[in-house]
């Protein structure tokens, strides 16, 4: 958690007290499994992370609050003090800016349920007055790597458009002329990776897509061209062979290396330019849309040539990241070798033991390339995991039980460096449980449902689910459920609330390979049926589509429970 103590002491005056925090305590040893139960601190650095309390000596007892710092910590070692502390005389405030909680997720799968947990106390503990990397050592700085990756995550969870705004005010402050911009802010780390400096086009257009923020777009839509002027001003010297990078994909999961740092950097380019063109129509800039889509086609283009190695049919050395990152990017993977790419990336992760091999970058991007490329259940299978790598290992582990996110997947068996256990980097997960897990998109003048459905021989890795998201419009609401308790074989049984105002479509995804819809009801009445003599049709507009067997049904205002039976 973060914030700090309220101690009550009672003892003489001058009579000092001295208070430790830490995230962990000392492992046990090896020889004789006993612990100290110390605190643990050597992965503070140079932070103290300390209060030192002389007593006033009041007559009955006095209240130590240290209300002007914040400490990172789970632990408390409280030495020296007059009296013996009982619970009551102990009591630590969560403090983070203020905000409310716009998000809920849930699910039948504890692991993925402990996760979300584990995201959204991360992610409080990390937005104390600005997007921090972590709240407890020696940095808590505004490092832009870190907010650029969970800024979807946090704005599904909870309402921050002020907050960003803020750090966005915080970031052109400190722009150069040119358009460059530093590695973490306040701050002057020129110049940055390009993975970090993607926080100022990132964060932009985020605010708009969870606030259709015009005013957002306008605001910073010079500061993000400038921002992209200036890597392109790099890549006019560098090409995407040697664009410039200098953390990369931060952090896979030892003992595997990092792929191709070029490629990586460039990701970064070539998804901040394709930002650029989203924001030019928005605002009805034509010159500028024509312009970088011109530059955004000639990147992909050399992406591809330049990372991709036609005799192995994969980008750089075949692993994890150098796929996802490729196929995260549109138009850069010809449709002649897509299909070998992402089974090169199925293909690693299997021989893998279903585990990921990637860091902080292409982690943000490997769970909704998966799900949008025909994967889905494996997705599943690595979110559900609990041996390493994996975010399950952070809490099932058998040396300490996480709470947040980890900022190493090995956290507890590696040196006291840099191994955080409260970084919200890797949090960026939580964005897919919304945007794909439950399938919410509000970013357009209608609510899409879309809930990403695993196979029907997958289906006990989350046969339940249930999303509360509020949007400007109002509460939206999903839940479904696949269990046999509740619905038949083949079936779903989808209920959905969609606020006043709005319109929706509610998309039904195939429950198998080749299924087709064979009934699908609302309110236990049949709305559409492949026996076209049984359609009924009344109120509701249903479309089917020949290619791919999804079905959507467009619906106002109100609340629906459908059962979509599949063949």
Known sequence: MVGWCRLRFRGPSGFGVYIRHGEVLTQPVISTNHSARNIYTENLRDATAADTYVLRGDSVNEIYEPIFTVHGFRYLSIFGSPNALTMDDVECPFVHSETTLKGHFSTSNPVVN?????????????????????????????????????????????????????????????????????????????????????????????????????????????????????????????????????????????????????????FAFLHDVYLLINMSQVLGKQEDTNTYTILYQKLAEEFHQVFFSTSSNFYADGMQAAQVLALALSGVVPANVREAVVNQLVNDINQKGVHVTTGIVST?????????????????????????????????????????????????????????????????????????????????????????????????????????????????????TRDERDTIDNSILLRVTIPPNVRARVIFESLFIGGQCKILTEGHKIIWSSDVSKRNVEGFNIEKDSKTGLMTVYIGSGQYEFQALWQ
């Open 114 to 266: 402990q996760i979300q947990h584990n995201i959204q106390w991360g992610q409080l503990s990390n937005i104390m007055s600005l997007p921090t990397d972590c709240p407890q050592r020696n940095e808590r700085r505004g490092w832009m790597g870190d907010a650029a990756l969970s800024v979807d995550e946090a704005l599904y969870n909870f309402d921050l458009i002020k907050f960003y705004q803020n750090f966005l005010n915080l970031i052109i402050d400190v722009q150069r002329d040119d358009g460059e911009v530093p590695d973490f802010v306040p701050g002057n780390s020129y110049p940055p990776d390009p993975n970090w400096g993607t926080a100022l086009p990132t964060i932009t257009w985020q605010v708009y897509r969870h606030y259709t923020d015009v005013h957002t777009l306008e605001a910073y839509y010079n500061h993000v061209v400038a921002y992209v002027e200036y890597l392109r001003s790099v890549y006019n010297l560098t090409g995407l062979v040697n664009f410039p990078v200098k953390y990369g994909d931060w952090v896979p999961p030892p003992p595997q290396p990092m792929t191709n740092r070029h490629l990586i950097s460039s």
């Open 364 to 480: 943000a991007q490997i769970y909704p390339v998966l799900s949008d490329n025909g994967h889905h259940d494996l997705a599943l299978e690595l979110i559900s995991s609990t041996t390493y790598p994996s975010y399950g290992y952070m809490f099932t582990n058998s040396y300490e039980n996480a709470t947040t996110i980890w900022e190493l997947w090995n956290a507890p068996l590696t040196g006291p460096g840099m191994n955080s256990r409260n970084h919200i980097m890797f949090g960026s997960v939580g964005a897919w449980f919304y945007s794909h897990l439950a399938g919410i998109d509000v970013s357009s003048n209608m609510i899409t449902i879309r809930p990403r459905m695993a196979s029907e021989t997958k289906k006990h890795l989350m046969p339940k689910l249930d999303c509360q998201l509020n949007t400007l419009y109002g509460l939206v609401h999903v839940s479904y």
